[in-house]
């Protein structure tokens, strides 16, 4: 295939963060420092491990079962425990107007369409929801390919209380509200006919013969923590050492498909660009850092800035790679920073003549907690409708040796001129609006639901 290819294939296996899995991942990747560093003659130049603690959940029981029937799910890690038959309720997006009249749903399991904003999440505390469910995948697609995984609650969500939280696939969501709108339909009938005289007024569903759709749900996990790790390679510079420039890209998965294009790909231009580097070192020095545990929450990244606190004054600039090479689709180019990297990014495309999309907004990857610390970042990427993340389906098909030289080529000829500059042509800063969106990323708002 190919040097990338070659390497993305070797680690394109379920590597979730903590695991035995992307331990090994992170040891091919400091092999891999060590013959480059060999092959340029720069023996001192090594790969080092930095370990840090991650929160997991170890789950003995999961379970959703309607009448009987188990539905296929998986958990929200290190959301609680729950052993109880509740009342169905369905409150899509979650928005106020759902949950106004909701009242009291200490014996409900509310179902949502999905679960992102921290609002909705409040809203579910304060009702006193028993659970939460929420759905994957298209209608028409069968459980394999709805692609459920255990995902931890984030901490912006359990701050405000643990909820436990489950995720069915879309096929059996649709069938659960169809059941709601029979019982709702029968209401409405019931309604009607006792304003007719037909039956006595207030009677209820289960008096005519519908009752309220029940779910029983079961989830039984402990707390529990495991060790995940960054690896760290640094190329200081000649004559501007003091001065660093960034290069992060994850190398962990999710705990389905291969994870080939998120982020095998990424993992594999950071080195190639590091063999680049290694034999013809820069002005200024480069720390490369492979990123453990990003899929979890940044973790990898969040734990270097914490640990080297004191040292991100000197670092000047964050370039961050997630999902490159994709045979079919575009590149894209994401800014945070001000508007002279903005410029500077569009016109060094041009003159590079690399074509690519750009926008101006925090990275949702490893380049984020760096830009936390107003360090400005590119975070480069291809990508396309073709092919999808996170599920079963990101795999090697749809990756190109060539589109992966083409992105790392470029990445080398941008690092290169700013690593060698007399002057890094933009500010170390973070505009207004940025910043205004670090916050939102960093869930650091603090209005009520």
């Known amino acids: 295939m190919g040097k990338y290819l070659d390497f993305v294939e070797e680690i394109s296996f379920v590597r979730v963060g903590g695991s035995k899995e992307e331990r090994e991942v992170s040891e091919k990747i400091q092999r891999e420092i060590k013959e480059a560093a060999k092959a340029a003659g720069r023996e001192d130049l090594v790969g080092e491990r930095m370990p ?13 079962s309607l009448e009987g029937e188990k539905l296929a799910s998986v958990p929200f890690l290190r959301s609680g425990n729950i052993d109880r038959e509740l009342k169905l309720v369905y409150l899509e997006s979650g928005s106020d107007v759902h949950f106004a009249g909701a009242g009291d749903l200490s014996d409900c399991a509310v179902l949502l369409d999905g679960l992102t904003d921290e609002k909705v999440y409040k809203r579910l505390a304060a009702h006193h929801a028993a659970a939460f469910l929420i759905m994957q995948g298209k209608y028409y ?3 394999e390919e709805a692609s459920l995984y255990g995902r931890a609650l984030r901490d912006h969500f359990s701050r405000n209380g ?11 969501a649709m069938r659960l509200v169809r059941m709601l709108e029979e019982v709702e339909c029968c209401e409405t009938s019931c309604s009607k006919e006792a304003q007719n005289g037909t039956i006595e007024s207030g009677a209820s569903t289960a008096e005519v013969g519908k009752k309220p759709v029940m779910v029983h749900l079961t989830l039984k996990q402990e707390d529990v923590e495991r060790e995940s790790q960054d690896i760290i390679a640094e190329i200081p510079g000649t004559d501007l050492a003091e001065e660093v420039i960034v290069l992060t890209g994850h190398y962990d998965s999710v705990p389905l498909g291969t994870g080939s294009w998120d982020n095998a790909t990424g993992a594999a231009a950071l080195l190639g660009i590091f063999r680049h580097f290694a034999a013809h070192p820069a002005r200024r020095t480069l720390r490369f850092i492979w990123c453990g545990s990003e899929e979890l929450g940044l973790l990898g990244s969040k734990a270097y800035v914490a640990k080297h606190e004191e040292e991100l004054s000197k670092i000047m600039f964050c370039f961050n790679f997630d999902m490159c090479g994709t045979l079919l689709g575009s590149n894209h180019i994401l800014v945070t920073g001000d508007k002279d990297l903005e410029s500077f990014a569009n016109q060094y495309c041009k003159l590079a003549n690399y074509p690519a999309k750009l926008k101006a907004c925090v990275h949702s990857s490893d380049s984020a907690p760096f830009c936390d610390h107003n360090i400005p970042a590119l975070g480069l990427s291809r990508e396309t409708n073709t092919a999808e993340i996170h599920t079963i389906h990101d795999l090697m098909d749809t990756l190109s040796e060539r ?4 992105n790392v080529d470029f990445a080398i000829r941008m690092i290169s001129d700013l690593s060698n500059a007399a002057v890094i042509p933009f500010k170390k800063e973070m505009p207004k609006e ?3 969106e670090l916050d939102k990323y960093f869930h650091r708002e603090t209005k009520e639901a």
């Open 403 to 406: 589109a992966m030289e083409k």
């Open 141 to 143: 697609f069968s459980t």
């Open 434 to 436: 940025r910043r205004e």
């Open 162 to 172: 643990r909820i436990p939280g489950f995720t069915i696939t879309t096929a059996d």
């Open 52 to 64: 840090f603690t991650i929160p997991d959940g170890k789950v003995s029981k999961c379970e959703v």
